[in-house]
């Protein structure tokens, strides 16, 4: 039997490997390797992909963050408001520039952010809240930005498994103050390497954050205003990541074809919550992740996992635990049980095959191992 894999890069490159050949020949043989040209037609392209005046390249998604958090000047003493259901990255950057990340617990639906617990915790030392569009799946963003902006707090949206998705009609990373994007391979526009953006709307937000990433170097060459890092994008990668984007839409479109026949072949299934997309959102499926609930049954969804790892089909799970009960934020204080929807989610969360590469057989494949699997 064949084996199906949780993703595929390759099937995806040999689709635009002649494409992506000039573009990379073009560039070797230009000498120009880090910034320039290239690297600014690509910014251009992207704000204007993602509806935004402004885009900053940068070398991946978790300095995309990092660069906004220091741009809208948060550090010590300063609390950021995120979600304990995410990649590390997106807390971790809070800790990185001195402020304390404050966890909110999720909605049991969409896995993200769960809006009506927002206010409880706003203090006076809330600087900004990090929103993540998690597999995709927009955040409710009308809400968030109108709690946002009763309590002047910024918004950064975490981006990174959502480029191309939409809320109400805009692109997310163009709805908060600040957008922030990865290009890490896996995500739905992936680099041949890590990448990474920033957007705004703001140009005071996105000079700071070019210079930010450039060493906090003035436009005065070797003049420096601040201190920086280097974050730079590869022009090798902006040229790869230009074709690429000229794809995204189509291969965003398969996802949710993928999704849609997921959604009609896992329907009947007892115990299996499948994914909705939110009502006045449009998703890009970074993951499709179902829950496998059996009431009292802690092991269950590893079982299911090993049962289908056994019949060649891989699936992942993202995320196993949630970061308030991170060893690394163990001194925040967060006890077992604080924020339950979350912790359930970590037990119960199975991301099946999704890329746009799937075949239908492949699908078909993942679904009938998954009714052999549900006992
Ligand atoms: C991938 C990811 C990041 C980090 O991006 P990198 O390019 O890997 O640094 C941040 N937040 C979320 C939600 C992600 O999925």
Request: charged share 20%; net charge negative.
């Amino acid at each position: 039997m064949n084996k199906v894999p949780p993703f595929n890069l390759t099937r995806q490159y040999q689709t635009i490997a002649e494409e992506i050949s000039a573009a990379v020949q073009d560039v070797l043989t230009s000498g120009c390797y880090i910034g320039g040209s290239l690297v600014e037609r690509f910014e251009q392209q992207f704000a204007q992909y993602t509806g935004v005046s402004d885009s900053v390249a940068c070398n991946s998604g978790t300095d995309a963050l990092y660069l906004a958090l220091r741009a809208l000047q948060i550090g010590p003493g300063d609390e950021v408001i995120t979600t304990p259901f995410t990649f590390i990255a997106t807390a971790e950057v809070i800790s990185v520039i001195g402020a304390k990340p404050v966890f909110v617990d999720i909605d049991a639906k969409t896995f993200n952010l769960d809006i009506a617990k927002l206010e409880a915790a706003i203090t006076k030392q809330t600087k900004a809240i990090i929103p993540v569009h998690l597999f995709g799946q927009p955040v409710d963003m009308t809400t968030l930005m109108a709690i946002a902006s009763e309590h002047k707090i910024a918004v950064i949206e975490d981006s990174a498994q959502a480029v191309g998705a939409e809320w109400a009609g805009q692109k997310v990373g163009s709805i908060g103050h600040i957008g922030c994007f990865s290009f890490y391979p896996t995500k739905n526009l992936g680099a041949c390497g890590d990448g990474g953006a920033v957007t705004t709307n703001d140009p005071v937000l996105a000079s700071r954050i070019r210079m930010l990433r450039e060493h906090g170097m003035s436009r005065v060459r070797y003049r420096h205003e601040e201190t920086g890092i280097n974050s730079r994008l590869d022009a090798l990668q902006a040229a790869i990541l230009e074709i690429k984007l000229r794809y995204l839409d189509q291969w965003n479109n398969a996802r949710s074809e993928i999704a849609a026949k997921y959604q009609e072949l896992l329907q009947p299934l007892p115990g299996v919550v499948i994914p909705q997309e939110a009502s006045g959102g449009r998703a890009v499926w970074n993951q499709y992740t179902i829950r496998l609930t059996k009431d009292g049954n802690d092991g269950y969804r590893d079982k299911v996992r090993d049962q289908l790892q056994q019949l060649g089909i891989s699936s992942t799970v993202y995320y196993p635990l949630p970061l308030h009960l991170q060893p690394v934020y163990q001194d925040l204080g967060y006890q077992v049980g604080q924020l339950p929807i979350a912790e359930q989610a970590c037990h119960e969360v199975l991301s099946l095959p999704m890329f746009p590469e799937l075949s239908f057989e492949e699908q078909q494949q993942v679904v009938y191992g998954l009714k052999d699997c549900i006992s």
